[in-house]
């Protein structure tokens, strides 16, 4: 068995541990990174929130909703503790973040799905490429059977982002059961949220409520979304304290295996009538573009290589970031 996890890792904070306004606004800013790759079906914001350095403290915080020392505290009328407990400040801001990407980006990443696939998706693939060797490196030593976990996480990705969406009811017990499911996924490094939305047959539905501010919709979502992140925080929490680097395996393997939905060229093989009465299409198929056009190098492949070279060093970027010396909190302490 694994030791527990080391925290002495820099990206592991306590709960309540205290931190600058200037520190909060960043992790406004690392919520607006997750909710910005949230919004792409293909890309997790649970791999910006790990490049980020924020991942192990979300998922402690919001497991803590579910522990008998955060209702002890509430059932003594000591909601400054619980509020501590459960790192209130942090997930506000973090929130905060994740939903303004999601309300100001959505218009944008809608467009660009329909009118520039190409350039998103390249971008995105370089973003996750970029992301696998940065998660690898937090395995503190690579092991057979940390190869293997690693195998079968990126398979498991590989074969799910093959399925096929279905057509689903927009009822309000199947938008929470849908949002309990897609949470799961999406606080996953390298299983989309999206996706599962997609899927299930509820990702127009869900980004065209956005864009329309049809709230009825979005709350449901919303409570499906709280129940599954607390209940799956509890498992993931688990499996960070007793196997670690098992457990970054198989985060690593799911983005590999991810790659197989962000690739930027598809043929579409069927497609279906949306809500709106537009063709979508449900089955693709990856293919190589061809190298040549009218007699030269094919552009696309070049602008594609050149914006995808930009979504690796905006990780490396952010990962950098997150990895500097925290000397702000010495001095806040």
Known sequence: MESTVDNTDSAVRAPGQKRT????LLVSARGFCMGAADVVPGVSGGT?????????ELINSIRMVARPPFWRAVTRLDFGEAMRLVNVVFLIFLALGVFAAIFLLAPGIEYLLVHQPIIIWS?????VLASVFVVAQRVSHWQVHLWLALAGGAVAAYLIVGLVPVQTPNTWWFLVLSGAISICAMILPGISGSFILVLLGKY???LSAVNQRDVVPILWLALGSSI???TFAQVLGWLFRHY???????????????????????EVLDSMVDRHGEMVPIVERNILPPLMAGGSVNMEIL?????GLVGLVVVLGLERL???????TEQAR
């Open 303 to 307: 602008i594609a290589l050149g914006v």
């Open 48 to 56: 910006m929130a790990f490049i980020l350095g924020i991942y192990e």
């Open 244 to 266: 670690r680097n098992a457990t970054i395996a198989v985060l690593t393997g799911f983005m590999i295996g991810s790659l197989r939905k962000v690739w930027p060229w598809k």
């Open 228 to 230: 599954g992140l607390i």
């Open 322 to 328: 997150a990895t500097a010396p925290d000397t702000s």
């Open 123 to 127: 971008f995105f693939f370089g973003l």
């Open 21 to 24: 306004l200037f520190q909060y």
């Open 204 to 206: 127009q539905f869900i």
